[in-house]
T-cell receptor, first 116, second 117 residues
């Protein structure tokens, strides 16, 4: 069965610090998709990234970067030079896709607080 | 382009009352999902539909919960009778799902904050 673990429940950093949010997943499928979503204080869930299991290239988008390592079943998310607006709950999610698509299974989330 | 629309945004009700949550997915999306978010359990999938047909409702906690999707542009999640432990944020999400294609991302509504007193 698929499972996503975000071991860090809460993280606090001072503005401009770098911070890494950990995500470890479990799946028996060789084809799957990994996602990160952001939930700001307003409550909606905002899509950040999708990565398929055959693409292990790291990705950078502005201050955000993602490190996908199949060897450790991890898909970690780093925010460089954090800002107060980055304060939110961040969710990692997994979808197995052996012959189609399955719904996302989410981790419990990591609450990030960036202090000015 | 309107996103996923949920109503109401907030619902306060008394134990035993019927509660109906509504969702309008993004036009053209053929998959719809209901999730529940609580502090203890995080985001849990309750049920999802493909092309208006329920595919997996194993996440529906009890018979008190039911969901329908009468057409491609509307879905409801009903709780009858409601209990205090049903208090949570209920999210609806939609996606465009093409067989054999990459798993499309989910677009979420703003959620319904349900409080059962």
């Amino acid at each position: 069965a698929q499972k996503v673990t975000q071991a860090q429940t809460e993280i606090s950093v001072v503005e401009k610090e770098d911070v890494t949010l950990d995500c470890v997943y479990e799946t028996r499928d060789t084809t799957y998709y990994l996602f990160w979503y952001k939930q700001p204080p307003s409550g909606e869930l905002v899509f950040l990234i999708r990565r398929n299991s055959f693409d292990e290239q790291n990705e950078i988008s502005g201050r955000y970067s993602w490190n996908f390592q199949k060897s450790t079943s991890s898909f970690n998310f780093t925010i460089t030079a954090s800002q107060v607006v980055d304060s939110a709950v961040y969710f990692c999610a997994l979808s197995e896709a052996p012959s189609g698509n399955t719904p996302l299974v989410f981790g419990k989330g990591t609450r990030l607080s960036v202090i000015a | 382009d309107a996103g996923v629309i949920q109503s109401p945004r907030h619902e306060v009700t008394e134990m035993g009352q019927e509660v109906t949550l509504r969702c309008k997915p993004i036009s053209g999306h053929n998959s719809l999902f209901w999730y529940r978010q609580t502090m203890m359990r995080g985001l849990e999938l309750l049920i999802y539909f493909n092309n208006n047909v329920p595919i997996d409702d194993s996440g529906m906690p009890e018979d008190r919960f039911s969901a329908k999707m009468p057409n491609a542009s509307f879905s409801t999640l009903k709780i009858q009778p409601s209990e205090p432990r049903d208090s949570a944020v209920y999210f609806c999400a939609s996606s465009r799902r093409l067989q054999g294609a990459a798993n499309e991302k989910l677009f979420f509504g703003s959620g319904t904050q349900l409080s059962v007193l």
